[in-house]
């Protein structure tokens, strides 16, 4: 069973950054692809970013050239580095995985393609 613990969330300023992890057990991490998404109250769950198992990665329109996903194996932690953060980037994060043989990385932005969820983490840009 694939565990997934995201943390670096916080309270930051319109124009700060702040870089989330997600670190993930139970599985070889190298055979999962891994995407974040958020959610702000009252609107629907949100693609950020999604990278396969060759480091192709997607980003949602709202955030490409303000997020960077990447991931270090070593660690078995996928980060997504925040940058510019603004008010409208305010929401609860979260890292999720899918087994990467039956993923498409064109696709990464689709809740549907993912089977393991962590428990998120905050954002707050005020």
């Known amino acids: 069973h694939v565990q997934l613990v995201e943390s670096g969330g916080g309270s930051v300023q319109p124009g700060g950054s702040l870089r989330l992890s997600c670190g993930a057990s139970?599985?070889?991490?190298?055979?999962?692809?891994m995407g974040w998404f958020r959610q702000a109250p009252g609107k629907e769950r949100e693609g950020v970013a999604a990278?396969?198992?060759?480091?192709?990665?997607t980003y949602g329109d709202s955030v490409k050239g303000q997020f960077t996903i990447s991931k270090d194996h070593a660690k078995n932690t996928l980060y997504l580095q925040m940058t510019n953060l603004k008010p409208e980037d305010s929401a609860m994060y979260y890292c999720?995985?899918?087994?990467?043989?039956?993923?498409?990385?064109?696709?990464?932005?689709?809740?549907?393609?993912?089977?393991?969820w962590g428990q998120g983490t905050q954002v707050t840009v005020s």
């Open positions: 999720a995985a899918a087994p990467c043989a039956v993923y498409q990385v064109q696709d990464g932005l689709a809740d549907s393609q993912y089977n393991y």
């Open positions: 990278m396969d198992s060759d480091s192709v990665i």
């Open positions: 139970g599985h070889t991490y190298s055979s999962y692809c």
